[in-house]
Protein backbone atom coordinates (compact mmCIF):
# COMPACT_ATOMS: atom_id res chain seq x y z
CA UNK A 1 0.00 0.00 0.00
CA UNK A 2 1.41 3.49 -0.82
CA UNK A 3 2.73 6.01 1.89
CA UNK A 4 1.15 9.16 2.06
CA UNK A 5 3.55 12.68 2.76
CA UNK A 6 2.28 14.89 5.60
CA UNK A 7 0.74 17.27 3.31
CA UNK A 8 -1.31 14.69 1.10
CA UNK A 9 -2.79 13.37 5.10
CA UNK A 10 -3.52 16.76 5.87
CA UNK A 11 -5.73 17.56 3.58
CA UNK A 12 -8.02 14.41 4.41
CA UNK A 13 -8.48 15.76 7.40
CA UNK A 14 -9.58 18.94 7.67
CA UNK A 15 -11.45 20.69 9.56
CA UNK A 16 -15.68 19.52 8.57
CA UNK A 17 -14.64 16.29 6.62
CA UNK A 18 -15.11 13.04 7.35
CA UNK A 19 -11.90 11.17 7.13
CA UNK A 20 -12.57 7.23 5.67
CA UNK A 21 -10.95 3.99 6.93
CA UNK A 22 -9.13 4.38 4.07
CA UNK A 23 -8.14 7.44 5.27
CA UNK A 24 -6.99 6.02 8.57
CA UNK A 25 -4.92 3.44 7.26
CA UNK A 26 -3.01 5.71 5.22
CA UNK A 27 -2.06 7.27 8.15
CA UNK A 28 -1.20 4.23 9.84
CA UNK A 29 1.27 3.03 6.79
CA UNK A 30 2.80 6.50 6.65
CA UNK A 31 3.79 6.26 10.24
CA UNK A 32 7.23 3.89 11.69
CA UNK A 33 6.29 1.11 13.87
CA UNK A 34 8.51 -0.14 16.65
CA UNK A 35 7.39 -3.90 15.80
CA UNK A 36 7.38 -3.91 12.40
CA UNK A 37 10.37 -1.23 10.89
CA UNK A 38 12.46 -2.13 14.19
CA UNK A 39 13.53 1.13 15.11
CA UNK A 40 13.54 1.98 18.69
CA UNK A 41 14.65 4.75 21.57
CA UNK A 42 14.49 3.36 24.56
CA UNK A 43 13.34 4.25 27.85
CA UNK A 44 16.08 6.26 29.90
CA UNK A 45 17.92 9.21 29.73
CA UNK A 46 21.13 9.02 26.97
CA UNK A 47 20.31 5.96 25.29
CA UNK A 48 20.58 6.19 21.58
CA UNK A 49 18.35 5.06 19.16
CA UNK A 50 18.11 1.33 18.53
CA UNK A 51 18.16 -0.30 14.91
CA UNK A 52 17.24 -4.14 15.04
CA UNK A 53 17.71 -6.48 11.91
CA UNK A 54 14.38 -6.02 9.80
CA UNK A 55 13.13 -9.18 7.63
CA UNK A 56 16.96 -11.14 6.87
CA UNK A 57 18.10 -11.30 9.89
CA UNK A 58 21.84 -9.80 8.63
CA UNK A 59 20.53 -6.61 7.17
CA UNK A 60 19.95 -3.15 9.08
CA UNK A 61 19.90 -0.10 7.08
CA UNK A 62 20.15 0.81 3.51
CA UNK A 63 21.47 4.07 2.57
CA UNK A 64 19.62 5.09 -1.00
CA UNK A 65 20.71 7.81 -3.34
CA UNK A 66 16.46 8.85 -4.37
CA UNK A 67 13.65 6.60 -3.67
CA UNK A 68 14.12 5.98 -7.97
CA UNK A 69 17.25 3.56 -8.20
CA UNK A 70 17.15 2.54 -4.32
CA UNK A 71 17.42 -0.76 -5.44
CA UNK A 72 20.47 -0.54 -7.97
CA UNK A 73 21.91 2.21 -6.33
CA UNK A 74 22.52 2.13 -2.13
CA UNK A 75 24.94 1.30 0.68
CA UNK A 76 23.77 -1.42 3.12
CA UNK A 77 24.64 -2.13 6.91
CA UNK A 78 24.62 -5.51 7.47
CA UNK A 79 25.28 -7.62 11.25
CA UNK A 80 26.07 -10.64 9.45
CA UNK A 81 28.01 -10.56 5.89
CA UNK A 82 25.84 -12.00 3.01
CA UNK A 83 27.69 -16.54 2.55
CA UNK A 84 27.81 -19.45 4.23
CA UNK A 85 29.88 -19.93 6.97
CA UNK A 86 30.74 -15.96 8.00
CA UNK A 87 31.10 -14.70 11.42
CA UNK A 88 28.90 -12.08 12.46
CA UNK A 89 30.68 -8.57 12.79
CA UNK A 90 29.84 -5.16 11.10
CA UNK A 91 29.48 -4.83 7.60
CA UNK A 92 29.10 -2.13 4.93
CA UNK A 93 28.84 -3.03 1.13
CA UNK A 94 27.62 -0.87 -1.70
CA UNK A 95 24.93 -3.38 -3.38
CA UNK A 96 26.53 -6.65 -3.54
CA UNK A 97 30.21 -5.87 -3.19
CA UNK A 98 32.29 -5.88 0.39
CA UNK A 99 33.87 -2.41 1.03
CA UNK A 100 34.42 -2.77 5.19
CA UNK A 101 34.04 -5.74 7.65
CA UNK A 102 35.02 -5.50 11.42
CA UNK A 103 34.79 -8.71 12.68
CA UNK A 104 33.00 -9.09 16.25
CA UNK A 105 35.14 -11.96 18.18
CA UNK A 106 38.58 -10.78 17.81
CA UNK A 107 38.05 -6.91 16.13
CA UNK A 108 39.75 -7.93 12.39
CA UNK A 109 38.75 -5.53 10.13
CA UNK A 110 39.41 -6.42 6.51
CA UNK A 111 38.62 -3.78 3.54
CA UNK A 112 37.30 -5.34 0.47
CA UNK A 113 37.34 -9.07 1.90
CA UNK A 114 34.94 -10.84 4.79
CA UNK A 115 37.32 -12.85 6.26
CA UNK A 116 40.38 -11.00 7.23
CA UNK A 117 43.35 -13.06 8.18
CA UNK A 118 44.85 -10.33 10.09
CA UNK A 119 44.10 -7.06 12.75
CA UNK A 120 44.01 -5.24 9.02
CA UNK A 121 43.46 -6.78 5.86
CA UNK A 122 43.51 -5.19 2.89
CA UNK A 123 42.72 -7.05 -0.26
CA UNK A 124 44.33 -6.39 -3.33
CA UNK A 125 42.01 -4.81 -6.06
CA UNK A 126 43.69 -5.15 -10.05
CA UNK A 127 44.57 -1.87 -11.05
CA UNK A 128 44.13 -0.41 -7.67
CA UNK A 129 46.68 0.86 -5.01
CA UNK A 130 46.08 -1.02 -1.92
CA UNK A 131 47.65 1.61 0.75
CA UNK A 132 48.55 5.39 -0.08
CA UNK A 133 50.00 7.51 2.80
CA UNK A 134 51.08 11.04 1.42
CA UNK A 135 49.83 13.53 -0.93
CA UNK A 136 46.59 13.51 -2.73
CA UNK A 137 48.03 14.36 -5.89
CA UNK A 138 48.77 10.93 -7.91
CA UNK A 139 52.03 12.24 -9.20
CA UNK A 140 53.38 13.64 -6.26
CA UNK A 141 55.83 11.17 -4.19
CA UNK A 142 53.59 9.28 -0.94
CA UNK A 143 54.97 8.40 2.08
CA UNK A 144 54.26 5.41 2.05
CA UNK A 145 52.76 3.09 -1.16
CA UNK A 146 51.29 -0.31 -1.84
CA UNK A 147 50.18 -1.22 -5.11
CA UNK A 148 48.30 -3.63 -6.43
CA UNK A 149 50.99 -5.79 -6.93
CA UNK A 150 52.07 -5.96 -3.09
CA UNK A 151 54.68 -3.99 -3.85
CA UNK A 152 55.97 -1.62 -1.53
CA UNK A 153 57.29 2.55 -2.31
CA UNK A 154 58.70 4.77 -0.06
CA UNK A 155 58.59 8.20 -1.31
CA UNK A 156 58.50 6.79 -4.58
CA UNK A 157 55.48 6.56 -7.04
CA UNK A 158 55.61 3.59 -9.11
CA UNK A 159 57.54 1.11 -6.97
CA UNK A 160 59.72 -1.63 -9.47
CA UNK A 161 60.11 -4.13 -6.78
CA UNK A 162 59.51 -5.78 -3.59
CA UNK A 163 60.70 -2.80 -1.74
CA UNK A 164 61.27 0.31 -3.65
CA UNK A 165 63.19 3.12 -1.68
CA UNK A 166 63.94 6.46 -2.87
CA UNK A 167 66.16 8.24 -0.41
CA UNK A 168 68.41 6.69 2.66
CA UNK A 169 67.66 3.73 4.74
CA UNK A 170 68.89 2.74 7.92
CA UNK A 171 68.50 0.14 10.15
CA UNK A 172 69.91 -1.56 13.29
CA UNK A 173 70.12 -5.03 11.93
CA UNK A 174 69.10 -6.47 8.87
CA UNK A 175 68.72 -10.52 8.19
CA UNK A 176 68.99 -12.11 4.83
CA UNK A 177 66.88 -14.97 4.42
CA UNK A 178 66.95 -16.35 0.76
CA UNK A 179 69.81 -18.18 -0.35
CA UNK A 180 72.23 -16.81 -3.50
CA UNK A 181 75.51 -18.35 -4.82
CA UNK A 182 77.79 -15.89 -2.85
CA UNK A 183 75.35 -14.89 0.26
CA UNK A 184 74.10 -17.38 3.04
CA UNK A 185 72.96 -16.55 6.37
CA UNK A 186 76.13 -16.51 8.10
CA UNK A 187 76.69 -13.21 6.27
CA UNK A 188 76.33 -9.53 8.09
CA UNK A 189 76.45 -6.49 7.07
CA UNK A 190 76.72 -3.54 9.60
CA UNK A 191 78.07 -0.47 10.98
CA UNK A 192 80.38 -0.02 14.08
CA UNK A 193 82.31 2.74 15.01
CA UNK A 194 82.14 4.26 12.20
CA UNK A 195 83.31 1.71 10.17
CA UNK A 196 81.61 -0.69 8.02
CA UNK A 197 81.79 -4.72 8.32
CA UNK A 198 81.19 -7.57 5.67
CA UNK A 199 81.61 -10.63 8.47
CA UNK A 200 80.88 -14.25 6.86
CA UNK A 201 82.65 -17.26 7.66
CA UNK A 202 82.31 -19.05 4.83
CA UNK A 203 84.65 -16.50 2.93
CA UNK A 204 84.07 -13.62 0.16
CA UNK A 205 83.84 -14.22 -3.86
CA UNK A 206 83.61 -11.77 -6.12
CA UNK A 207 82.83 -12.29 -9.81
CA UNK A 208 80.86 -10.58 -12.63
CA UNK A 209 77.17 -11.12 -13.14
CA UNK A 210 77.31 -12.68 -16.22
CA UNK A 211 80.61 -15.15 -15.45
CA UNK A 212 80.84 -18.43 -13.31
CA UNK A 213 84.63 -17.52 -12.45
CA UNK A 214 85.65 -16.14 -9.34
CA UNK A 215 87.84 -13.17 -9.61
CA UNK A 216 88.92 -12.19 -6.03
CA UNK A 217 88.39 -14.52 -3.17
CA UNK A 218 88.73 -13.56 0.20
CA UNK A 219 89.28 -16.15 2.62
CA UNK A 220 88.13 -15.31 6.15
CA UNK A 221 89.60 -18.76 7.49
CA UNK A 222 91.65 -17.72 10.67
CA UNK A 223 94.60 -19.85 9.20
CA UNK A 224 94.39 -18.11 5.95
CA UNK A 225 93.19 -14.67 5.81
CA UNK A 226 94.46 -14.19 2.45
CA UNK A 227 93.02 -12.23 -0.74
CA UNK A 228 93.25 -14.08 -4.04
CA UNK A 229 93.27 -12.40 -7.25
CA UNK A 230 92.31 -15.51 -10.11
CA UNK A 231 93.64 -14.32 -13.38
CA UNK A 232 92.01 -15.61 -17.13
CA UNK A 233 95.32 -17.78 -17.08
CA UNK A 234 93.63 -19.67 -14.41
CA UNK A 235 97.20 -18.72 -12.39
CA UNK A 236 96.26 -17.78 -8.40
CA UNK A 237 98.14 -15.14 -7.35
CA UNK A 238 97.96 -12.86 -4.12
CA UNK A 239 98.40 -9.92 -5.82
CA UNK A 240 98.48 -8.95 -9.55
CA UNK A 241 98.19 -5.68 -10.46
CA UNK A 242 98.97 -4.25 -14.08
CA UNK A 243 99.33 -0.53 -12.76
CA UNK A 244 99.41 0.88 -9.51
CA UNK A 245 98.15 -0.68 -5.97
CA UNK A 246 97.10 1.94 -3.91
CA UNK A 247 96.19 1.50 0.10
CA UNK A 248 94.83 4.20 2.64
CA UNK A 249 95.91 2.55 5.33
CA UNK A 250 98.56 -0.33 6.02
CA UNK A 251 100.13 -3.24 3.77
CA UNK A 252 101.86 -6.03 5.72
CA UNK A 253 103.90 -8.55 3.62
CA UNK A 254 105.56 -11.00 5.91
CA UNK A 255 107.26 -12.82 3.72
CA UNK A 256 108.85 -9.67 2.15
CA UNK A 257 108.47 -7.57 -1.17
CA UNK A 258 110.04 -9.35 -4.14
CA UNK A 259 109.96 -7.75 -8.11
CA UNK A 260 111.48 -10.22 -10.39
CA UNK A 261 111.55 -8.21 -13.39
CA UNK A 262 114.55 -7.48 -15.07
CA UNK A 263 117.86 -8.42 -15.13
CA UNK A 264 118.39 -7.10 -11.06
CA UNK A 265 115.55 -8.44 -9.38
CA UNK A 266 114.84 -6.22 -5.99
CA UNK A 267 114.14 -7.72 -2.32
CA UNK A 268 113.01 -6.01 0.55
CA UNK A 269 112.15 -7.51 3.97
CA UNK A 270 112.97 -7.20 7.23
CA UNK A 271 116.06 -9.18 7.70
CA UNK A 272 117.81 -6.83 5.00
CA UNK A 273 115.73 -3.67 5.10
CA UNK A 274 112.98 -1.89 6.65
CA UNK A 275 111.30 1.24 6.22
CA UNK A 276 109.24 2.27 8.75
CA UNK A 277 107.94 5.34 10.61
CA UNK A 278 108.67 5.18 15.14
CA UNK A 279 107.54 8.14 17.33
CA UNK A 280 106.56 10.40 14.20
CA UNK A 281 109.80 9.70 12.76
CA UNK A 282 110.35 8.35 9.29
CA UNK A 283 113.40 5.63 9.40
CA UNK A 284 115.45 3.40 6.53
CA UNK A 285 116.94 0.77 8.55
CA UNK A 286 119.30 -1.44 6.56
CA UNK A 287 122.34 -3.95 8.21
CA UNK A 288 124.37 -2.97 5.40
CA UNK A 289 125.69 0.16 3.62
CA UNK A 290 123.28 1.84 1.39
CA UNK A 291 124.21 2.67 -2.38
CA UNK A 292 122.80 5.24 -4.45
CA UNK A 293 123.47 5.04 -8.26
CA UNK A 294 121.83 6.55 -11.98
CA UNK A 295 119.56 4.09 -13.61
CA UNK A 296 121.89 1.95 -16.61
CA UNK A 297 125.15 2.89 -14.68
CA UNK A 298 127.61 1.06 -12.12
CA UNK A 299 129.03 4.60 -10.44
CA UNK A 300 127.99 5.17 -6.87
CA UNK A 301 126.51 9.00 -6.27
CA UNK A 302 125.78 8.50 -3.10
CA UNK A 303 127.30 6.02 -0.20
CA UNK A 304 125.61 5.78 3.01
CA UNK A 305 128.52 3.99 5.66
CA UNK A 306 125.84 2.12 8.15
CA UNK A 307 128.77 1.43 10.49
CA UNK A 308 130.79 4.45 10.79
CA UNK A 309 126.96 6.72 10.24
CA UNK A 310 129.28 8.66 7.45
CA UNK A 311 127.68 9.87 4.04
CA UNK A 312 130.43 9.85 1.13
CA UNK A 313 129.54 11.78 -2.40
CA UNK A 314 131.35 13.60 -4.91
CA UNK A 315 129.78 16.80 -3.81
CA UNK A 316 127.68 18.91 -1.93
CA UNK A 317 126.22 22.14 -3.02
CA UNK A 318 123.73 24.72 -1.85
CA UNK A 319 121.31 27.45 -3.11
CA UNK A 320 123.58 30.56 -3.32
CA UNK A 321 122.45 32.53 -6.39
CA UNK A 322 122.10 35.87 -4.90
CA UNK A 323 118.59 36.32 -6.72
CA UNK A 324 117.53 34.06 -4.03
CA UNK A 325 119.01 36.32 -1.71
CA UNK A 326 118.25 39.78 0.21
CA UNK A 327 119.53 42.03 2.66
CA UNK A 328 122.87 41.16 1.98
CA UNK A 329 125.35 42.34 4.47
CA UNK A 330 129.18 41.70 4.85
CA UNK A 331 130.39 39.65 7.92
CA UNK A 332 131.81 42.10 10.77
CA UNK A 333 134.78 40.79 11.92
CA UNK A 334 135.43 38.17 13.05
CA UNK A 335 139.01 37.12 14.04
CA UNK A 336 137.96 38.07 17.81
CA UNK A 337 135.41 35.13 17.83
CA UNK A 338 137.36 32.71 16.89
CA UNK A 339 140.03 33.87 19.46
CA UNK A 340 136.51 32.30 21.72
CA UNK A 341 136.16 28.79 19.92
CA UNK A 342 138.34 25.82 20.56
CA UNK A 343 138.26 22.66 18.41
CA UNK A 344 138.16 19.51 20.33
CA UNK A 345 138.86 16.12 20.55
CA UNK A 346 135.84 13.77 21.71
CA UNK A 347 134.25 10.21 21.25
CA UNK A 348 130.60 9.48 20.74
CA UNK A 349 128.55 8.95 23.83
CA UNK A 350 126.67 5.18 24.02
CA UNK A 351 123.02 6.96 23.19
CA UNK A 352 120.23 5.96 21.10
CA UNK A 353 120.90 8.57 18.88
CA UNK A 354 124.44 7.58 18.44
CA UNK A 355 123.82 4.05 17.53
CA UNK A 356 126.28 2.89 14.85
CA UNK A 357 128.32 5.82 14.71
CA UNK A 358 132.07 4.98 14.54
CA UNK A 359 133.49 4.78 17.96
CA UNK A 360 137.29 6.22 16.98
CA UNK A 361 138.18 9.80 18.75
CA UNK A 362 136.59 12.81 16.71
CA UNK A 363 137.67 16.31 15.87
CA UNK A 364 135.29 19.26 15.90
CA UNK A 365 133.32 21.92 17.63
CA UNK A 366 130.86 21.86 20.81
CA UNK A 367 127.42 22.86 19.07
CA UNK A 368 126.94 24.52 22.61
CA UNK A 369 130.03 26.68 22.37
CA UNK A 370 129.76 27.74 18.61
CA UNK A 371 125.86 28.88 19.47
CA UNK A 372 127.16 31.21 21.38
CA UNK A 373 129.62 33.03 18.99
CA UNK A 374 128.05 32.06 15.57
CA UNK A 375 124.12 30.97 16.62
CA UNK A 376 123.47 31.23 12.17
CA UNK A 377 125.94 27.97 12.30
CA UNK A 378 123.89 25.76 15.21
CA UNK A 379 120.18 24.27 14.83
CA UNK A 380 118.30 22.06 16.76
CA UNK A 381 115.81 18.95 15.97
CA UNK A 382 112.37 18.78 18.00
CA UNK A 383 114.03 17.29 20.47
CA UNK A 384 116.12 20.23 21.00
CA UNK A 385 119.14 18.25 19.94
CA UNK A 386 122.33 20.65 18.73
CA UNK A 387 124.06 20.60 15.05
CA UNK A 388 126.82 22.08 13.58
CA UNK A 389 127.03 23.54 10.13
CA UNK A 390 130.69 22.97 9.14
CA UNK A 391 130.77 23.96 5.54
CA UNK A 392 129.38 27.38 6.27
CA UNK A 393 132.12 27.52 8.80
CA UNK A 394 134.63 28.04 5.81
CA UNK A 395 132.97 31.28 5.02
CA UNK A 396 134.15 32.52 8.70
CA UNK A 397 137.37 30.88 8.08
CA UNK A 398 137.81 33.40 4.60
CA UNK A 399 136.79 36.41 6.32
CA UNK A 400 139.13 35.60 9.46
CA UNK A 401 141.77 35.06 6.97
CA UNK A 402 141.38 38.63 4.71
CA UNK A 403 141.18 40.15 8.37
CA UNK A 404 144.81 38.24 9.14
CA UNK A 405 146.27 39.28 5.91
CA UNK A 406 144.81 42.84 6.09
CA UNK A 407 146.98 42.91 9.23
CA UNK A 408 149.67 41.61 8.04
CA UNK A 409 149.95 43.91 5.37
CA UNK A 410 149.44 46.90 7.74
CA UNK A 411 152.63 45.69 9.68
CA UNK A 412 154.49 45.58 6.41
CA UNK A 413 153.63 49.41 5.53
CA UNK A 414 154.70 50.06 9.26
CA UNK A 415 158.39 48.50 9.57
CA UNK A 416 159.27 48.78 5.59
CA UNK A 417 161.13 52.70 6.40
CA UNK A 418 162.62 51.13 9.47
CA UNK A 419 163.90 48.00 7.92
CA UNK A 420 165.55 50.60 4.85
CA UNK A 421 166.45 53.04 7.45
CA UNK A 422 168.47 50.47 9.18
CA UNK A 423 170.61 48.37 6.41
CA UNK A 424 171.76 52.02 5.45
CA UNK A 425 173.38 52.82 8.55
CA UNK A 426 175.63 49.41 8.50
CA UNK A 427 178.77 49.66 8.01
Not at 118 to 126: G, I, N, S
Not at 155 to 174: F, K, M, Y
Not at 234 to 260: E, F, L, N, R, W
Request: net charge neutral.
Amino acid sequence: MPQKNRAELKDRFKQGDKPTQQDFSDVFESFLNIKEDWLKKPEGVGKPLRLMPQSEPQNWLDFCVSEVNCDTDYWRLHHQPPGQNRKPGFHLSYVSQSRLYIEKEHGKTGLGTCEPQAKLHVQPTAGLDMLRVGSEAPSEKPALLINAAGQVGIHQVNPTCTLDIQGEAQASGWGLTNRTDHWEKNGTLYQHNERVYLTTDMGLHLRRQSETDTAFHFDTDPNQRTLTIHTKSGDQKSIDAKGIISCQSHMTCQGGVQIKAGSAPAHWNEADGGFYRYRERWYLMVDNNLYFRKKGTKNVAFHFDIDSATLRANKFQQASDRRLKTNIKPLEPVLGKIKKLRGVYYEWRDHERTQGYSREPQIGFIADELQAVFPQLVSCDTDKFKYVDYGRFTVVLLEAMKQQQHMIETLQEQIAPLLLTHSKEKP
